[in-house]
Nanobody, 133 residues
Framework: QLQLEESGGGLVQPGGSLRLSCTPS????????VVWFRQAPGKARAGVAC????????KYEDSVKDRFSISRDSASNTVYLQMNRLTPEDTGVYYC??????????????????????????WGNGTLVTVSL
């Protein structure tokens, strides 16, 4: 399985911001579809943001819409997740994962159900985000 590395997590107060980064280890993201997953304490891992192959398509889970922004930079081979107005409910371990050769529907991030956790081609080890006073 391909390896990715996340960074940028930490402790932040409610209302604060963080920017997470996802960098592949030894390969180019190219046309991969990239998904950020969040695993809150005691809950299953779930997708919160997706960016399609060319970076034109994005999708967000309802609770993070208008607060989170996913982007990709080809020059640095990195995908970012900008998280604003954080709340305690955003606490969890954030993972990035990829589909190396996405289907047409995956290329445009049609729905998170298209990215089951056991079908992803690569994962990072996660970065912990804690939102607390």
């Amino acid at each position: 399985q391909l390896q990715l590395e996340e960074s940028g997590g930490g402790l932040v107060q409610p209302g604060g911001s963080l920017r997470l980064s996802c960098t592949p280890s030894g390969f180019a993201l190219d046309s991969s579809a990239v998904v950020w997953f969040r695993q809150a304490p005691g809950k299953a891992r779930a997708g919160v943001a997706c960016i399609g192959s060319r970076g034109r398509s994005t999708k967000y889970e309802d609770s993070v819409k208008d607060r989170f922004s996913i982007s990709r930079d080809s020059a640095s081979n990195t995908v970012y997740l900008q998280m604003n107005r954080l709340t305690p409910e955003d606490t969890g371990v954030y993972y990035c994962a990829i589909v190396r050769r996405p289907s047409p529907a995956q290329r445009i991030c049609h729905m998170f159900e298209l990215f089951p956790t056991d079908d992803m081609d690569g994962w990072g080890n996660g970065t912990l985000v804690t939102v607390s006073l």
